[in-house]
DNA sequence: TTAAAGTACTTTGAATTTCAAAGTATAATT
DNA sequence: AATTATACTTTGAAATTCAAAGTACTTTAA
């Protein structure tokens, strides 16, 4: 069992890092959100979020406000969990 | 300027991460110190450190020991700071 | 003494991942 | 009615990751 064992690699990626410590302190965020937070391009959080909901760490729930198309991003019971776990592995590592 | 501005993209990986955390601890380490205390394969372990070394936040010392070649990896002064900064940035991240 | 096996890496290139530009569909504005 | 904006999604080229294979010895065994 090596010292980077419970390091998640579906945490390695600093985007998706983000994600999750965004969706671990909100309830949710949508698109622009998550973009405005994370400084990224559209492509990038439509790829890094699709990443993290094919692992069933966060899900989405797509609605409209007034007419217009709004995606909510979720961390799951099953993303918080993980992400404690890589949270005290990386304390685990850097900390002493 | 984002949440993830200082999360520094040379150690989004696991085990570049693994590497640093390493050579944070100790003045250095060789070649298989680094593969068994990561589990990683030969060839990782070549590429996360060369990676590593581009950057200049490790440097390399080769020596041999007895007839048989030996590599020291160490940290180097930037690589110790940007390490640091990027902790820093990551319990900034998570940490409440 | 020579053949086989081991050591300490490095190289290779296929597979996967990352990226932002372009695309889609609809809404709002002029 | 035409242009611009919004909220994403798709695309595929570029960059990265991976472990198998290669290299250059050294050690052990026959």
Do not use: W
Request: proline share 1%; no cysteine.
């Amino acid at each position: 069992m090596s010292i980077i064992n419970n390091i998640n690699k579906a945490f390695d990626h600093r985007i998706r890092l983000g994600i999750m410590s965004i969706l671990m302190v909100n309830d949710y965020a949508d698109f622009n959100m998550l973009k405005e937070l994370l400084g990224a391009t559209d492509g990038n959080i439509a790829s890094h979020t699709k990443a993290l909901e094919k692992v069933e760490y966060i899900k989405i729930e797509k609605q409209f406000i007034g007419r217009k198309p709004n995606t909510k991003y979720l961390a799951t019971k099953l993303g918080k969990i993980e992400f404690k776990k890589h949270i005290d592995a990386l304390e685990k590592l850097i900390g002493k």
